[in-house]
C-alpha cells in the first residue's frame, strides 16, 4: 500500500457517484485515500474478513466467489467492491481474488460512512446495498433488468467539435480518464471518437495529431434512451460491437454509457450470461450458458425479484441468444438475398418466459422475396430453431416456427394472413391470431413490422364478429376453481392432484390482456403492459386493473416459486403444483386469485367486461 497520494482525489471523483461530491467532501476524504497495487492471482479478501473500506478499481479486475468454484460476479475498472459487507456487519460478503496485476483506491471505513451521511448522491447510489436488499448470494435481484440507463450512464460526457484536432481529443481522454468523446455540432450530436479509433484510424494509418476529429469519428452514432434498461444497453453493445453508446433525450445528448458503466451496480449474472452468449461461437456454448438459467431463476425468486422482471430477464437471455445464432447462421450462408425480420410469438413474444418454454417464431420477408430466395432462409430458420432446442427450447408441438414454409412469407403475405383470419374467425383462425397477436421483433429488419401490427389492430378491432369469437375462444381457458371455492385438480396421469398454474393459472390471465389490446388497439405485447395500458385507456376499470393485475402478481409468483422449489430439489421444473403443500393461508391467496380472474371473464363475457 502507498503513501498518500493527492491525485487520487482526482481519480475518484472521475467515477460515479463521487463525481457529484461537494468540495468540502473532496477536501475532507482527500487526504486519507490509499492506492492498493495487487499483482495477478492473489487474494484481496476473504469472507468474513473485516474491511478497511470501499474499494474502487482504477485498472485491473477481480472475481467474486459464494465458494471455489462459484463465481457470483466479475469487477473491472471503474467499479466498485466492499459496499455491501460495509452497510452490513463490516465484513467481506464473498472471496475477492484479482485475475490480473490491479490498482485500487481505499476509501477508509469512516470516510464511506461519512459520504453516506452527508452526500444524498452517494447515499442513493448504495442504498440498493443495505441489508434490507437481497444478499449477495442472489445478486441478480437488483441488475441491469430492474435499472434504467439513466441510472448508469456518465450524465456530463466529454465533448468536441468535429474541427478538433486528435491530439487534442487524445489530451481530453488522458484528463479525464476516459476512452470516447461525443463529437457535437452546436448543440446536435454528429458524431462519437473512441480509443479503438485512435489506434485503428490514426496510429495503424500513420496520421499525425493535427488531423480533424471529423475524419476519423464515427458519424451518427446509435443511441439509446434514458428510460432504456441497462440490460437494453448491454445487449445493442453486443449487437452493434461497440464499447460506447450515447444517450439522447428530445434529440439532445443527456450522456454515455458503456460497458463498464454497465457493471457499477453489481453486475448481475443475468447480465454476464448475455455477455457470454453474444461471444459464443456454436449452439453448444450457448446451451453451456443456459445450464446457469434455472439457478438464475432461483435466486431470483428467493431474493423476492417481482414476476415480471424475472420473466423479462429470462426472456432477455433467449433473445440473446436467438441474436447470436442468427449471426452464425449468417456467417455461415453469407448475407440474405432480401431482408428479413425474425420474431418471436407466445411466452418469449411476450417477455414472458419461465423455467420451461417451447419455441414460437416466425420469419417477415421483404415483398422483393423470390422461390428461389426460399433455399437460404429456409437453412437460416433450420439453423436457429435446431440451435434453440440444443439450449433447451423444444420444438413447438404446433410446428409453429419459421422451419415451417407456412410461417416463412414475405410481408404482403402475413398482411393476406391476419386480413383472412379477421374476415374468416373459424377455430383456426382465432387460435393463430391469438398467437400471432404476440409477436415482437427479435432481429433482422424491423421497420418490416412497422405499422402492421397498427393495422392487424385497427382492422379486428372493426370486425365486431372477430371480436366476440376472440372473446369467446379466450373464455375456454377456465381457472380451476370448482362450486364453493374449491380447487379443481388435475384427476387422472402423471399430474394427478395437481393444477397447472400455466395453463390454468396464466394464460387466462394472458388472453383477457390481448382481448384487452384489441379493443384498445394496444401495441404492447406483455401481459401486464396490456392490463395497464387498458386501465390508461379505460378499456377497464381502474379497481378492475387494480385486482387483475395483483391477482396475475400472485398467480406468477406462486407459479416461479414452485419451479424455484424443484431447481432447489434438482427437479426439472414443470407448471404442476399441489396445492396441498400450500399453507392455508397460500391457499387462500390463491383462490381469491383465481376469482378475480374468473369475474373478469365472466364481465368480458357478458360484454360488460369493458368497463367492470
Known amino acids: 500500500m502507498s503513501d498518500a497520494d493527492p491525485s487520487l482525489i482526482e481519480t475518484l471523483c472521475r467515477h460515479a457517484p463521487f463525481d457529484d461530491l461537494s468540495e468540502d467532501l473532496r477536501a475532507r476524504i482527500a487526504p486519507d485515500l490509499r492506492l492498493i497495487e495487487i499483482g495477478a492471482d492473489e487474494m484481496l479478501a476473504r469472507k468474513g474478513d473485516t474491511l478497511d473500506g470501499l474499494y474502487v478499481i482504477e485498472s485491473g479486475g477481480f472475481d467474486m466467489r459464494a465458494g471455489a468454484h462459484d463465481l457470483v460476479a466479475h469487477r473491472g475498472p471503474?467499479?466498485?467492491?466492499?459496499?455491501?459487507?460495509?452497510?452490513?456487519?463490516?465484513?467481506?460478503?464473498?472471496?475477492?481474488?484479482?485475475?490480473?496485476?490491479?490498482?485500487?483506491?481505499?476509501?477508509?471505513?469512516?470516510?464511506?460512512?461519512?459520504?453516506?451521511?452527508?452526500?444524498?448522491?452517494?447515499?442513493?447510489?448504495?442504498?440498493?446495498?443495505?441489508?434490507?436488499?437481497?444478499?449477495?448470494?442472489?445478486?441478480?435481484?437488483?441488475?441491469?433488468?430492474?435499472?434504467?440507463?439513466?441510472?448508469?450512464?456518465?450524465?456530463?460526457?466529454?465533448?468536441?467539435t468535429a474541427d478538433a484536432t486528435i491530439s487534442d481529443v487524445a489530451r481530453l481522454m488522458r484528463d479525464h480518464g476516459i476512452s470516447s468523446v461525443v463529437v457535437m455540432a452546436n448543440v446536435s450530436l454528429a458524431g462519437i471518437v473512441t480509443v479503438r479509433d485512435l489506434t485503428h484510424k490514426v496510429l495503424a494509418e500513420d496520421m499525425d495529431g493535427t488531423v480533424s476529429v471529423g475524419q476519423v469519428m464515427t458519424p451518427d452514432p446509435v443511441t439509446i434512451s434514458p428510460d432504456s434498461l441497462g440490460l437494453d444497453a448491454l445487449m445493442k453493445l453486443a449487437d452493434l460491437g461497440v464499447n460506447h453508446l450515447p444517450v439522447t433525450k428530445d434529440d439532445r445528448v443527456v450522456g454515455m454509457i458503456g460497458r463498464t458503466d454497465l457493471f457499477r451496480q453489481q453486475a448481475a449474472t443475468a447480465s454476464h450470461m448475455v455477455a457470454d452468449i453474444a461471444g459464443a461461437q456454436s449452439a453448444q456454448d450457448m446451451a453451456l450458458v443456459m445450464e446457469r438459467v434455472p439457478g438464475l431463476l432461483a435466486q431470483l425468486v428467493q431474493a423476492g425479484v417481482k414476476p415480471g422482471s424475472i420473466t423479462r430477464r429470462i426472456t432477455d437471455i433467449t433473445d440473446a441468444i436467438t441474436r447470436r445464432l442468427l449471426t452464425l447462421a449468417q456467417e455461415k450462408l453469407g448475407p440474405p438475398p432480401v431482408s428479413y425480420l425474425w420474431a418471436a410469438c407466445g411466452s418469449q413474444g411476450r417477455r414472458e418466459q419461465t423455467g420451461v418454454s417451447d419455441q414460437d417464431n416466425c420469419l417477415i420477408l421483404d415483398d422483393a422475396f423470390r422461390p428461389e430466395h426460399d433455399a437460404y432462409f429456409a437453412e437460416m430458420a433450420r439453423f436457429v430453431s435446431d440451435g434453440l432446442d440444443t439450449c433447451g427450447f423444444f420444438y413447438c408441438p404446433g410446428d409453429m416456427m419459421a422451419t415451417n414454409p407456412r410461417w416463412r412469407q414475405p410481408r404482403g403475405v402475413w398482411r393476406n394472413y391476419f386480413d383472412r383470419w379477421i374476415r374468416q374467425p373459424d377455430n383456426e383462425a382465432q387460435m393463430?391470431?391469438?398467437?400471432?397477436?404476440?409477436?415482437?421483433?427479435?432481429?433482422?429488419?424491423?421497420?418490416?413490422?412497422?405499422?402492421?401490427?397498427?393495422?392487424?389492430?385497427?382492422?379486428?378491432?372493426?370486425?365486431?364478429?372477430?371480436?366476440?369469437?376472440?372473446?369467446?375462444?379466450?373464455?375456454?381457458?377456465?381457472?380451476?376453481?370448482?362450486?364453493?371455492?374449491?380447487?379443481?385438480?388435475?384427476?387422472?396421469?402423471?399430474?394427478?392432484?395437481?393444477?397447472?398454474?400455466?395453463?390454468?393459472?396464466?394464460?387466462?390471465?394472458?388472453?383477457?390482456?390481448?382481448?384487452?389490446?384489441?379493443?384498445?388497439?394496444?401495441?404492447?405485447?406483455?401481459?401486464?403492459?396490456?392490463?395497464?395500458?387498458?386501465?390508461?385507456?379505460?378499456?377497464?376499470?381502474?379497481?378492475?386493473?387494480?385486482?387483475?393485475?395483483?391477482?396475475?402478481?400472485?398467480?406468477?409468483?406462486?407459479?416461479?416459486?414452485?419451479?424455484?422449489?424443484?431447481?432447489?430439489?434438482?427437479?426439472?421444473?414443470?407448471?404442476?403444483?399441489?396445492?396441498?403443500?400450500?399453507?392455508?393461508?397460500?391457499?387462500?391467496?390463491?383462490?381469491?386469485?383465481?376469482?378475480?380472474?374468473?369475474?373478469?371473464?365472466?364481465?368480458?363475457?357478458?360484454?360488460?367486461?369493458?368497463?367492470?
Request: contains cysteine; glycine residues 8%.
Open 432 to 612: 393463430l391470431a391469438s398467437v400471432m397477436f404476440d409477436l415482437r421483433p427479435i432481429a433482422g429488419e424491423f421497420a418490416l413490422f412497422d405499422n402492421l401490427e397498427q393495422e392487424v389492430l385497427a382492422t379486428a378491432k372493426r370486425n365486431s364478429i372477430f371480436v366476440a369469437h376472440m372473446i369467446s375462444n379466450s373464455l375456454k381457458h377456465t381457472v380451476p376453481l370448482g362450486f364453493f371455492r374449491g380447487f379443481t385438480l388435475i384427476r387422472s396421469g402423471e399430474n394427478r392432484n395437481t393444477i397447472d398454474l400455466k395453463a390454468s393459472g396464466v394464460i387466462p390471465v394472458v388472453d383477457l390482456g390481448r382481448i384487452y389490446a384489441l379493443l384498445g388497439s394496444l401495441t404492447a405485447s406483455g401481459t401486464r403492459d396490456r392490463i395497464e395500458g387498458a386501465r390508461e385507456t379505460g378499456v377497464i376499470s381502474e379497481s378492475g386493473a387494480r385486482d387483475l393485475l395483483d391477482a396475475y402478481d400472485l398467480i406468477a409468483e406462486t407459479r416461479l416459486r414452485h419451479q424455484a422449489g424443484q431447481v432447489a430439489r434438482g427437479e426439472e421444473p414443470d407448471n404442476f403444483m399441489n396445492p396441498a403443500e400450500m399453507s392455508d393461508l397460500e391457499r387462500n391467496h390463491l383462490r381469491d386469485a383465481f376469482m378475480v380472474v374468473k369475474t373478469m371473464q365472466s364481465a368480458i363475457g357478458q360484454s360488460r367486461g369493458a368497463r367492470e
Open 78 to 160: 471503474g467499479e466498485i467492491m466492499g459496499e455491501r459487507g460495509l452497510l452490513r456487519d463490516g465484513k467481506a460478503q464473498l472471496d475477492v481474488r484479482s485475475t490480473e496485476a490491479a490498482r485500487l483506491i481505499l476509501v477508509p471505513k469512516a470516510h464511506f460512512n461519512t459520504l453516506m451521511a452527508r452526500s444524498g448522491t452517494v447515499a442513493r447510489w448504495f442504498a440498493r446495498a443495505r441489508p434490507n436488499d437481497p444478499d449477495d448470494t442472489a445478486p441478480n435481484a437488483i441488475g441491469l433488468t430492474a435499472l434504467q440507463v439513466s441510472d448508469l450512464m456518465s450524465k456530463k460526457p466529454i465533448t468536441c
